[in-house]
């Protein structure tokens, strides 16, 4: 027994000791994420954003053609103070931080904290509404922590990412998940402009414009939202990959204040097994091109309708939304090449990169005050018009742009393409405006709508 005691005594303190002793390989340390996140996470900062919008008290007499003068003057707009809670994300020492637009876009007192609770003041520097992102610059400072970016190309499905920001205003928090899927358009959001990392790292609100981070420390993505129906995070959430930041980022610090998204002048589809087999394609992939505006820069390189797009520089394209993106990374006069299958043969062809042309000018007018419409606005169709308002890439003549005051009592929305007012052809912006200058009692507007065509009388 006594051999068994001293036995006890002397293997005990050894199994206690192999049980609590710290990690000595990188192996065992890579175990925990701990010196990943004090790594990147004092990059990661907490926006407080304030937005002043004009509210006005309603009445339900307001429309009405009799009693509404009666309440002239009742309900002036009154200023409203919103206020948002988000995540940034540093990528520069002299103070470059992204987030997302709808975070910042519309503040006019943005508030960053970081990790060691320093407040810095900050203002935009380039926003965009479309792909939900926002450039911040935080002036006078340096030295800051940043965090590099990574090619979005080389992410794979399976990486380990850490998600990092500020969800329910709670304070910086960490979770973990996995890239549980890339090249994901339109579902996130439902525009078909968005081309998103989804990962299953736990994303909720506040998180919007936080880091999604690579096992390397380096920033692969911005976390933009979720796929949810309760409003919490059931395990999809989406990115916005790195590569389009370093796009939004070289335009900033080339002056623009707004992104400029090349124009593409084309509509396509997405080859499916049917159409591959038709095109005897061994596998479904690529954009079949249905349609081209005489000045879209795919015609100009002799792109036709009927051919396909397999890949743009090199990545493959198997949605509309990923060819867009992909074109989205190039700035300013430079080129991409597109490999174009036509006739069962492959060719690789540059492409010029250009914002949608503004020719013919656009022209726009507003209504006077005497107008039948007052406050109307009205502008030519043309290609820069065509994309900022989404019409049909085949529209001509002129857009509504504005309502004014009784726009929409008649019946008009913003985006009906004006045919004819009184039996009057409508092709220029000043035949709107002296046809409503000159309008009278039962005046007849013709207008397409959304491919439909729209009767309005007043």
């Known amino acids: 027994m006594k051999y068994l005691i001293a036995f006890l005594f002397c293997v005990l303190p050894l199994m206690v000791s192999a049980q609590t002793r710290l990690p000595e390989s990188q192996a065992e340390i890579s175990l925990s994420f701990a010196p990943l996140v004090r790594e990147t996470a004092p990059a990661v900062v ?87 992102l926002a450039i911040l610059q935080i002036d006078e400072v340096e030295d800051l922590p940043f965090l590099p970016l990574r090619d979005s190309g080389t992410v794979e499905v399976g990486e380990l990412v850490l998600a990092i920001g500020n969800p329910f205003g709670v304070g910086q928090t960490v979770s973990s998940g ?34 999604l981070v690579g096992m390397d420390g380096q920033l692969i993505g911005v976390n933009t939202r979720i796929l949810s129906r309760s409003g919490g995070s059931n395990g999809i959430g989406f990115a916005i990959p790195s590569d389009l930041i370093a796009a939004f980022v070289r335009q900033a610090e080339e002056g623009n204040d707004r992104f400029e998204r090349p124009w593409a002048g084309a509509t396509g589809q997405v080859v499916d097994a049917d159409l591959a087999q038709m095109l005897e394609l061994d596998r479904p992939g690529g954009i079949i091109i249905a349609g081209l505006h005489p000045a879209s820069p795919l015609a100009e390189a002799g792109f036709d309708v009927g051919d396909v797009v397999i890949a743009v520089d090199g990545q493959e394209v198997h949605s509309p939304g990923e ?16 490999t174009r299958l036509r006739d069962g043969e492959l060719s690789d062809v540059k492409v010029k990169m ?33 994309a900022e308002m989404r019409l049909p890439l085949e529209a001509s003549g002129v857009v509504v742009t504005g309502l004014g005051t009784l726009g929409a009592r008649v019946g008009l929305r913003v985006g009906d393409i004006l045919q004819a007012i009184d039996r009057r052809d409508i092709k220029y912006p000043k035949d709107a405006a002296e046809a409503l200058g000159n309008a009278r009692r039962g005046t007849r507007v013709q207008a397409l709508r959304r491919g439909g065509r729209v009767m309005l009388r007043f």
Not at 92 to 120: F, P
Not at 365 to 381: F, K, N, R
């Open 178 to 211: 996995i890239v549980s899927g890339l090249a994901r358009s339109g579902g996130a959001g439902g525009s078909g402009l968005g081309y998103f990392i989804q990962t299953d790292a736990p994303i909720n609100p506040g998180n919007s414009g936080g880091a």
């Open 323 to 338: 060819m867009l993106f992909h074109m989205g990374l190039s700035s300013g006069e430079n080129t991409v090449v597109m």
């Open 354 to 386: 250009i914002p949608p042309p503004e020719d013919p000018p656009r022209g726009e007018i507003t209504l006077s005050e005497d107008a039948a419409l007052p406050g109307l606005s009205v502008a030519q169709i043309n290609p820069a018009v065509i």
């Open 46 to 132: 907490n926006i407080y954003a304030k937005v002043v919008t004009q509210s006005r008290q309603r009445t339900p007499f307001m429309n009405d053609p009799f009693f509404e003068r009666f309440f002239e003057g009742f309900g002036e707009p009154r200023p409203r103070v919103q206020n948002s809670l988000g995540s940034g994300v540093i990528l520069s020492s002299d103070g470059i931080v992204v987030s997302n637009y709808h975070v910042v876009g519309q503040a006019t007192d943005i508030r960053i904290v970081l990790n060691d609770r320093r407040e810095y003041s900050a203002r935009v520097l380039l926003g965009d509404a479309d792909s939900d």
